[in-house]
T-cell receptor
Framework: AQKVTQAQTEISVVEKEDVTLDCVYE???????LFWYKQPPSGELVFLIR??????QNEISGRYSWNFQKSTSSFNFTITASQVVDSAVYFC????????????FGKGTKLTVNP | GAGVSQSPSNKVTEKGKDVELRCDPI?????LYWYRQSLGQGLEFLIY????????KSGLPSDRFSAERTGGSVSTLTIQRTQQEDSAVYLC?????????????FGPGTRLLVL
C-alpha cells in the first residue's frame, strides 16, 4: 500500500523566516512520482513540482527548494524568506507506476506566515 | 489556456435529494479524476477516467455515487439520496495522458453541503 505522511499539521512563522515542510512516503513500487501542491484560502489546488523516483537531484525554483532523499523516503519542501502570500495548506502526494492512476495525498500542512 | 472548470461552485441540498456535479477538463486532456476533500478524511480518490471509460472506480464510497464521462470531455459525478456525510469539497483533475508521470491539474472544486 502507498502512504504519505506529513507529520506537521500546522506551522506558523514570521515573514522572512525560512520554513521546511516534511513529507515521508511509503511505496513498494521501484518507480514512482512525488508531487507538491499548494492550496491557498481560495481552495484551488495549485501544482508546484513533480519529482521522479530515479532523479534524486534537488531542485530550486526561486524561493522554493525541494530535497528528495530515497534513503529516508523523504521529499521535503523549503520556502526561503517566507512571505505572507505563502500562507496556504501544502500537500505532498505520491503516484506509483502501473495499477491505479490515483494520487495518494498526505493530510497537508497548514502554513501561516505572519507579517 | 483555460484550466479545469467545475460547476456549481457551491451546492446546498437537503438530505435524500440527488445532486449532479460537473467537471470540464483542460482541452486535450484524456485522463480525468474525481477526488473528495473533507475535514476528517483529507483528500480521497473517487474515480478515474481514461477517455470515456473508468478503469478505476475503487474510491467511490457507496453505490449512491456514480460518474460518467461523455465525448472524452465533460464528466458528471452524481450522488443519489444524499446523506450529511457526503458534505465535502469535490475536486476534479485532469492530465494529458494516463502515464504515471503526468501531472494532474485541479479545478476549483464544488463545495457540497447536505442539510
Amino acid at each position: 500500500a502507498q502512504k504519505v505522511t506529513q507529520a506537521q499539521t500546522e506551522i506558523s512563522v514570521v515573514e522572512k523566516e525560512d520554513v521546511t515542510l516534511d513529507c515521508v512516503y511509503e511505496t513498494r513500487d521501484t518507480t514512482y512520482y512525488l508531487f507538491w501542491y499548494k492550496q491557498p484560502p481560495s481552495g484551488e489546488l495549485v501544482f508546484l513540482i513533480r519529482r521522479n523516483s530515479f532523479d534524486e537531484q534537488n531542485e530550486i525554483s526561486g524561493r522554493y527548494s525541494w530535497n528528495f532523499q530515497k534513503s529516508t523516503s523523504s521529499f521535503n519542501f523549503t520556502i526561503t524568506a517566507s512571505q505572507v502570500v505563502d500562507s496556504a495548506v501544502y500537500f505532498c502526494a505520491l503516484r506509483g507506476r502501473g495499477g491505479s492512476e490515483k494520487l495518494v495525498f498526505g493530510k497537508g500542512t497548514k502554513l501561516t506566515v505572519n507579517p | 489556456g483555460a484550466g479545469v472548470s467545475q460547476s456549481p461552485s457551491n451546492k446546498v441540498t437537503e438530505k435524500g435529494k440527488d445532486v449532479e456535479l460537473r467537471c470540464d477538463p483542460i482541452s486535450g486532456h484524456t485522463a480525468l479524476y474525481w477526488y473528495r476533500q473533507s475535514l476528517g478524511q483529507g483528500l480521497e480518490f473517487l474515480i478515474y477516467f481514461q477517455g470515456n471509460s473508468a478503469p478505476d472506480k475503487s474510491g467511490l464510497p457507496s453505490d449512491r455515487f456514480s460518474a460518467e464521462r461523455t465525448g472524452g470531455s465533460v464528466s458528471t459525478l452524481t450522488i443519489q439520496r444524499t446523506q450529511q456525510e457526503d458534505s465535502a469539497v469535490y475536486l476534479c483533475a485532469s492530465s494529458f495522458g494516463r502515464r504515471s508521470q503526468e501531472t494532474q491539474y485541479f479545478g476549483p472544486g464544488t463545495r457540497l453541503l447536505v442539510l
